[in-house]
């Protein structure tokens, strides 16, 4: 069962460099994923999508993933879409090819399973004759790497329904995405039409000798490229309309657009040439590194900055922010428990690669993480949720303390256990033990002790009755349990 109501399993169409995209972001959302590609080499090339993904997305984030879902590949878009609760096409971009598989697709389908077809810039209206129960397809437009950018165009055609629009924006939105419901059918949607203007100006200045391919990456990556990541457009140029805003923006730049600045209405032929000369600059750009090498560092750039916009609650930050609070929400409190009364299982995780220093062992303040994530899904446990913080309520660490006492290292499968020490209405002290799941050495502890805070007021308050009910419920069976010895250590130096 996935972590996601109602969302159990879907099926996917096509798996090629969007299609992969899909698989992964399903995948790693715990959805289990039914694929169905013509093409033998699809399996490989999905595995390194899948690849690509699971790395970049433990460095996207360190809120509790779910476990990962079971990937199937089928013979036949009817199999592909059995027992699924949703439908992503992701076949090539021809009118015909898309007919044919959604036909077939539809007609093996639950009559209530919604379809989204990822094309770039055919029409809804086109796509969904010939299928069974048309009203359920809706375009969902992504972008590429589907499992990294959030942005997802949803476009209903003439006989798409509301209900449709509104399951596609479900579960788009449970799985980390961020959809724009577009009013209107329009060739190429709102990104892509915005893109190819650029993409053709680009081409022109290449054809006619101005600029290189790197020449006019550079003019974007240095400059407008950094805002547009979080501004778009338009609310950067009422900022550049300075205190007159907007309408003295237009009324300073709005001439200009007459000059003869752009050839947007005409495309350059791509001739022979002009194909060549484009390729030639850019694998000189690309400087001998392969595709692989390159998704890899596209993906570490896009992370810092949903990262850098995470820190500043804006734009792709905010989808991060409000993504990593659902996953904490779903992420379950292990509840295989060691022993009935023992302390509790409070996290499993793997050692992220990015948490070695250069001894090549878990650097120390990931120790302090790694116990952080312990008392945080405690806190869950005892109901401190989404819905609790945006009350004004939390618990906040006053004071804590780590001991070091054995290494590990990157991939260690590892899991952290909580001993309640005491609590009193306002105050809750734990202790958490680090271990190594190979062998259950004890690699480091931490002692906490958390102060219940009203947020608004900036002072400690009582808890609730409930959440202190829950808590004493843990305490009680553990205050027969011995004191661990590294509890209420300083550090230990000879004082002065
Ligand atoms: N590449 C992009 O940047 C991008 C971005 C957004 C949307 N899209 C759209 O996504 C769709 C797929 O594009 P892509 O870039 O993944 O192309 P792709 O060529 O990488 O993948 C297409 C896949 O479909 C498979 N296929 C061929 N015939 C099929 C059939 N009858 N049934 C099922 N699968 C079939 C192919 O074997 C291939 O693996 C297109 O509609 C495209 O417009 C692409």
Redesign the pocket.
């Known amino acids: 069962m996935s972590p996601i109501r109602g969302l159990d399993r879907v099926g996917l ?8 995209g899909w698989a992964a972001r399903f995948l790693l959302n715990g959805v289990d994923v039914t694929l ?4 033998p080499e ?1 399996p490989r ?1 999905v595995g390194e999508v899948v690849a690509n993904a699971r790395r970049a997305f433990a460095k996207l984030t360190m809120a509790p993933l779910p476990a990962e879902g079971t990937l199937t590949f089928v013979q036949s ?1 009817e199999e592909a879409v059995v027992g699924v609760d949703f439908v992503q ?5 021809r009118l015909d ?2 007919r ?2 959604l036909g077939r697709a539809s007609a093996a389908a639950a009559p209530s399973v919604v379809f989204g ?6 029409l809804p209206t086109e796509i969904q004759q010939g299928m069974t129960s048309p009203e359920r397809l809706v375009v969902g ?4 790497p589907v499992y990294l950018l959030p942005l997802v165009e949803i476009c209903g055609g003439a006989s798409t329904s509301e209900a449709a629009k509104a399951r596609a924006v479900e579960v788009y939105s449970a799985i980390g995405m961020r959809p724009l419901v577009l009013g209107k059918e329009i060739d190429g949607f709102v990104a892509d039409r915005l893109l190819e203007a650029l993409w053709r100006e680009a081409l022109w200045l290449v054809n006619d000798g101005i600029a290189t391919t790197e020449q006019i990456d550079d003019a974007i990556r240095f400059g407008a490229g950094l805002r547009w990541s979080f501004m778009g457009t338009f609310l950067v140029y009422r900022i550049a309309g300075g205190e007159a805003g907007m309408r003295h923006f237009m009324a300073q730049f709005g001439p200009a657009l007459k000059w003869p600045w752009t050839k947007l209405m005409d495309v350059p032929e791509l001739t022979d040439e002009l194909v060549d000369h484009i390729v030639e600059q850019s694998d000189e750009q690309a400087d001998g590194r392969s595709i692989r090498e390159l998704e890899a560092l596209r993906d570490d750039c896009l992370v810092a900055v949903m990262q850098g916009l995470r820190s500043a609650d804006y734009g792709a930050g905010t989808v991060l922010a409000d993504y990593e609070r659902a996953l904490f929400d779903r992420s379950p409190v292990p509840d295989e428990q060691p022993n009935a009364d023992g302390p509790l299982l409070t996290h499993t995780t793997r050692i992220p690669s990015d948490w070695v220093d250069y001894n090549g062992h878990t650097n120390d303040s990931r120790y302090a993480q790694l116990s952080c994530d312990a008392s945080d899904a405690f806190l869950r446990r005892i109901g401190m949720d989404a819905e609790y913080l945006g009350n004004g309520h939390s618990w906040f660490t006053v004071e804590s303390h780590i001991s070091y006492l054995a290494q590990s290292g990157a991939g260690d499968a590892v899991y952290v256990t909580t001993q309640v020490l005491s609590f009193d209405p306002k105050r809750l002290h734990v202790f958490n033990r680090m271990h190594l799941a190979a062998d259950d050495t004890l690699m480091a502890t931490g002692e906490h002790l958390y102060l219940h805070v009203d947020t608004e007021a900036g002072k400690a308050v009582p808890a609730p009755d409930d959440m202190l009910e829950r808590i004493a419920a843990v305490a009680t069976p553990h205050a027969k349990l011995d004191q661990p010895v590294q509890a209420g250590r300083f550090v230990g130096a000879p004082r002065r």
């Open positions: 169409l096509g798996g090629g460099v969007i299609g992969g169905y590609d013509p093409d699809s090339k878009p096409e992701s076949a090539p971009e090819v898309k044919a598989i077809s990822s094309t770039s810039g055919l437009h992504p972008f590429n």
